[in-house]
C-alpha cells in the first residue's frame, strides 16, 4: 500500500505527509481564508505551510469584514490575509489542495493536470457539499458558512497531523 493511501485509510499512523496545504475558492476573501486560519490555528505546531489562493482572486484586498468578523468572535486572527491569485505553480507545489466546491475542483484539475489527485472538496468527510459563498449576503450567511467550514476543518485534523486534535 502507498503511503497517500495508507495516510487516507489510516490517519492515526500519519506522519505530517502534508507540509505544504492550499485552500482554494473565488475571491480569496471569505471561505479559502477563513479555512486556511481555522487549519493554521489547529496545527500551528505541526510544521505544515497553510495558505489559501482564489480562481478569481481580489488580489491584495483583506478578508471580507464580516468573516473576518465572525472568524474573531472564535478566537481566530486573520487580519493579516490579503487575497492571492491562484496560479497552475501552486497548485504543483502544494501536497495537498481543499477546494470549496466541486467546480474548483474541476477547473483547478484543468489548470494543473498534473496536480489533480491531490485537489480535493473541504467537506469530502463530512457530506461532500460544497461550501456556498457568503460574499455580500447577510451575516447569519456568514455564520453558517464559518460552521460548515469549521465541521469540515475539524474533520480533517487526523489527516493532518501525526497527534489527534
Known amino acids: 500500500m502507498s503511503r497517500v493511501a495508507r495516510q487516507w485509510l489510516h490517519p492515526e499512523e500519519s506522519s505530517n505527509v502534508f507540509k505544504r496545504i492550499?485552500?482554494?475558492?473565488?475571491?480569496n476573501v471569505c471561505r479559502s481564508p477563513t479555512a486556511e486560519?481555522?487549519?493554521?490555528h489547529h496545527l500551528?505546531?505541526?510544521g505544515a505551510s497553510i495558505e489559501s489562493a482564489g480562481l478569481g482572486?481580489?488580489?491584495?484586498?483583506?478578508?471580507?469584514?464580516?468573516?473576518?468578523?465572525?472568524l474573531g468572535e472564535h478566537g481566530v486572527d486573520g487580519s493579516a490575509h490579503r487575497a492571492r491569485q491562484l496560479t497552475s505553480g501552486m497548485l504543483r507545489d502544494a501536497d495537498l489542495v481543499l477546494a470549496?466546491?466541486?467546480?474548483?475542483?474541476?477547473?483547478?484539475?484543468?489548470?494543473?493536470?498534473?496536480?489533480?489527485?491531490?485537489?480535493m472538496l473541504l467537506d469530502r468527510w463530512v457530506q461532500g457539499r460544497d461550501v456556498a459563498d457568503p460574499y455580500r449576503q447577510s451575516r447569519e450567511?456568514?455564520?453558517h458558512v464559518y460552521d460548515v467550514i469549521a465541521e469540515a476543518v475539524g474533520t480533517w485534523l487526523p489527516y493532518l497531523s501525526s497527534q489527534r486534535c
Do not use: W
Not at 37 to 40: D, G, I, N, Q, V
Not at 100 to 119: D, L, T
Open 100 to 119: 470549496m466546491e466541486r467546480e474548483h475542483v474541476n477547473r483547478m484539475s484543468r489548470m494543473a493536470p498534473e496536480a489533480s489527485g491531490k485537489i
Open 141 to 143: 450567511a456568514f455564520e
Open 22 to 27: 492550499l485552500v482554494v475558492c473565488v475571491g
Open 57 to 70: 482572486a481580489l488580489v491584495d484586498k483583506p478578508m471580507d469584514a464580516t468573516a473576518l468578523q465572525v
Open 44 to 46: 500551528s505546531a505541526g
Open 37 to 40: 486560519y481555522l487549519l493554521r
